[in-house]
């Protein structure tokens, strides 16, 4: 049998998105920046990425929901 380590998946660092707009601001380097700071960095970042459905909701309730128009489709 081999060690238990060899059993758990691992993904590289940096692999997996955030799912939450705190986190993102942290990775993107701006948690503390002006408000059109971290948005200029949230719409770069969704030019790259998709987010999934909590990030989603995440960006919407701090402000960020006008984003979405352009880079990513609604689903409906």
């Known amino acids: 049998m081999g060690r238990i380590s060899d059993d758990i998946?691992?993904?590289?660092?940096?692999?997996?998105?955030?799912?939450?707009?705190?986190?993102?601001?942290?990775?993107?380097?701006?948690?503390?920046?002006?408000?059109?700071?971290?948005?200029?960095?949230?719409?770069?970042?969704l030019e790259e990425n998709r987010p999934g459905p909590t990030m989603r909701r995440s960006l919407e309730r701090h402000g960020f929901g006008g984003l979405f128009n352009g880079h990513i489709s609604t689903g409906t």
Not at 9 to 22: D, F, I, M, R
Not at 23 to 41: G, I, S
């Open 9 to 45: 998946p691992l993904k590289a660092p940096g692999s997996t998105q955030p799912t939450t707009v705190a986190v993102l601001l942290r990775k993107l380097h701006v948690k503390d920046a002006p408000f059109e700071k971290q948005n200029e960095a949230i719409r770069q970042w």
